[in-house]
């Protein structure tokens, strides 16, 4: 299944903000030694941001889901001021877990101070 994820906040109290859109095409699959497994086929240039947050939401993914899954990175549409590998990690993260629907406490991005927060998987789901 194809999902796409628009990731667009404004900076509170400046010009500017973080803009990243990523594609992803997602399935279960039945394997048992790969929880979450991926590909990359977008610009180069988002290689490592896009890798990172999948691992990322691997660790979360885990921690609650028992199925597996494979996750391709089709596309990603950014802007070169406002486009950041921060942003696009923290868009991938984001995006997967909305897809997922998994509630991540803490995983939060402010706009006011311009901060990403990404909570220690063993206190991502503390209540």
Not at 5 to 10: A, G, I, N, S, V
Not at 58 to 74: G, P
């Amino acid at each position: 299944m194809n999902f796409k994820f628009d990731f667009r906040k404004q900076f509170v109290d400046s010009n500017g903000g973080v803009l990243a859109t990523i594609e992803f095409e997602i399935h279960q699959t039945n394997s048992d030694a790969e929880k979450v497994s991926f590909s990359y086929e977008a610009e180069e240039c988002w290689r490592t941001a896009c890798e990172a947050g999948i691992l990322i939401f691997a660790d979360y993914f885990k921690r609650i889901r028992k199925d597996s899954i494979e996750i391709r990175v089709l596309r990603v549409d950014w802007l070169p001021v406002d486009s950041s590998a921060l942003g696009v990690l923290f868009a991938t993260v984001e995006g997967l877990n909305q897809f997922f629907g998994i509630e991540v406490n803490g995983l939060a991005f402010d706009s006011r101070h311009g901060l990403f927060t990404l909570p220690e998987r063993r206190r991502a789901f503390d209540q």
